[in-house]
Antibody, heavy 117, light 107 residues
Framework: EVQLVQSGAEVKKPGESLKISCKGL????????IGWVRQMPGKGLEWMGI????????TYSPSFEGQVTISADKSTSTAFLQWSSLKASDTAMYYC??????????WGQGTLVTVSS | DIQMTQSPSSLSASVGDRVTITCRAS??????LAWFQQKPGKAPKSLIY???SLQSGVPSKFSGRGSGTDFTLTINSLQPEDFATYYC?????????FGGGTKVEIK
């Protein structure tokens, strides 16, 4: 059974760094893209970017390029989304999703990130 | 970027109704159109891909149609578990983009 298991909720202060994770289970992790999607409180879905764990090829949405870093560790079948300096506007739910040929087919349960002073 | 416009943004319907949601792309997307359902506090669930193909396990009450730039999602015989927010997404080209969502509420 394919599963994407995300790390737990985080509460951070503005300016702090953060790295959240998404572990792929039940499939060959290195053969499928994993993307990240943001959902701000009460708002819609925004596609942030995607990585191919096999070779770490990464594409970002222009809206998020330079704001976050997407990476992956093949040895642990885990993808990551990280910030070097959080802002209050980064408060959101973040979902990872396994993609098959650019199509999201399986989703993680989400990680809630709260940034507040 | 390809812009995806959904309409309506919300609708009220009764149990047993049939509803149709529309999604329009700002340029042709070669039928690389997916639909997702999201319930409050839950992750999105994949319903349809390639504009009209049902994901495994999705009931046939859901159907998708369209080509080029104009697409629809129809839900037949609405049941209480179908009240949710629905999103379209184009996956023709990066960056992938979602529609703004359609909230289906109980009348």
């Amino acid at each position: 059974e394919v599963q994407l298991v995300q790390s737990g909720a985080e509460v951070k202060k503005p300016g702090e760094s953060l790295k959240i994770s998404c572990k792929g289970l039940g499939y060959k992790f290195t053969s499928y893209w994993i993307g990240w999607v943001r959902q701000m409180p009460g708002k819609g879905l925004e596609w942030m970017g995607i990585i191919y764990p096999g070779d770490s090829d990464t594409t970002y949405s222009p809206s998020f390029e330079g704001q976050v870093t997407i990476s992956a560790d093949k040895s642990t079948s885990t993808a990551f989304l990280q910030w070097s300096s959080l802002k209050a506007s980064d408060t959101a739910m973040y979902y990872c999703a396994k993609h098959s040929a650019r199509l999201p087919d399986y989703w993680g349960q989400g990680t809630l990130v709260t940034v507040s002073s | 970027d390809i812009q995806m416009t959904q309409s309506p943004s919300s609708l009220s319907a009764s149990v047993g109704d049939r509803v149709t949601i529309t999604c329009r792309a700002s340029q042709g997307i070669n039928n690389y159109l997916a639909w997702f359902q999201q319930k409050p506090g839950k992750a999105p669930k994949s319903l349809i891909y390639a504009a009209s193909s049902l994901q495994s396990g999705v009931p046939s009450k859901f159907s998708g149609r369209g080509s080029g730039t104009d697409f629809t999602l129809t839900i037949n015989s609405l049941q209480p578990e179908d009240f949710a927010t629905y999103y379209c997404q184009q996956y023709n080209s990066y960056p992938l983009t979602f529609g703004g969502g359609t909230k289906v509420e109980i009348k």
